[in-house]
């Protein structure tokens, strides 16, 4: 199964230039179906090694002027609806425009994943219009000549991981609801094929055999869904359940899998490690969890790194906290341990929890609504840059052969996780502990602990 590419963005920036060359030749087999697509072009598309359907907001030019807004904000919003990648384009000759600002506020809220396209980027009269992209607040845009083909590599290049998640997502969506076991222990999925409408925060429980997770994701479920025991391999795969907790609708990801195959002792560890990879592949919140009586492990501390540089919220759970004697001393030497060992993740939450008894389970269901949000969070342009001033203030950057460095404008370029863009005089030169600074700085002052942020220096020329 492919996936559904849509082409936004206002009348006369390239969209129909750019489906024509996706599209080729193949037009031939562009579904007009009445009323499902009646304004919406629809193609089989190439490129490269990649076959995908692509949709183009075509038809927007017939509109008269007043019911322009409206008529496009619906056209968006269906193709938004039937894709799974929106590839948004504005003009980079022109510069972002108020409607620009418009589509991008649309697909802010309403896609997963937009890829940013500045169209009619040959030639440099586009590199000012370029930069002003950067502010629209959906990542890097790719530059791009739908007229010349210049570009396509790195639309190529964004699309292409896009594609292989939503294959392994189409195979991972469909719920599992019920678990047989067989004679030799092994479980068997059943599969429902409803869809999920609205879309469920998407949780990972990751943690070493015997941590707890099973236990802790059938507490939650308060039925006894996933099977748990002392001993190893249980349940094969690993398996997502969507629910409800406590009126946030989730969907857990466990990777009970890994005792199964980790039969292999001496494999154990790579193992855990590369199915908690997958697992944190689709989460948005990671909950780490800890045995507490053995925390921060070798295998606790990989994935947990894991999940930051992938980009993921991090909620640290320590479990099994019914049976801890020195609850006090134990959690004051697990905050030390957290701060020592796991820097790259200073602020983030760390939640004692029984997932046996229950208790803290309410903490940590807030914690992970919490990080969710925070990883979400957008700040203003005008805010970051007064922000900036005062940092600037506080502590000048360096001046390498007496020249100072000179940061001059920033802007969030994108949210799950936060990251920023700088303008930059000298970015090569700005030392790592200066960005350092302004991150650390960031999450104080925008209170966005336990999410990755990200900062990217950027030369302005
Ligand atoms: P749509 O309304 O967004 O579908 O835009 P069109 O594809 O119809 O293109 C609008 C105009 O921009 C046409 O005159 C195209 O030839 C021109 N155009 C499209 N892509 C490029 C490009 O990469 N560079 C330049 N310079 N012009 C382009
Ligand atoms: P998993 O391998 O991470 O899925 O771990 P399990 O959920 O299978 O739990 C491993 C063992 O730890 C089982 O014997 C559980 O009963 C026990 N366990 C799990 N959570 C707790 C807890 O909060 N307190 C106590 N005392 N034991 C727990």
Redesign the pocket.
Known sequence: MSFTLA?V????????????RLVGKRLALVDDQPGVTRDLREGAARLGDLRFTVI?T?G??DATDDSLEGRMRRLTERAVEMADVCLF?I?A?TGVTPVDEIFAEILRKRSDHVILAA????GSAADAGVIEAWGLGLGEPIR?????G?GLNDLYAQLQPLADAYEERAEADAPVTDIEVNEEGETPAQYDHTPTKARPLQVAVVGRPNAGKSTLINTILGEERLLTGPEAGITRDAISLALDWDGLPVRIFDTAGMRKKARVQDKLEKLSVSDGLRAVKFAEVVVVLLDAAIPFEQQDLRIADLAEREGRAVVVAVNKWDVEPEKQQKLRELREAFERLLPQLRGAPLVTVSAKTGKGLDRLRAAVEKAHEVWNRRITTAQLNRWLVGMLEQHPPPAPGGRRIKLRYMTQAKTRPPGFVVMCSHPDKLPESYSRYLINGLRDDFDMSGTPVRLYMRSQS
């Open positions: 082409i963005g206002r009348p006369n920036v390239g969209k129909s230039t750019l489906f024509n183009d075509a927007l030019e384009v003009d000759r169209n009619k980027a040959e791009l000549s739908a007229e010349h210049e």
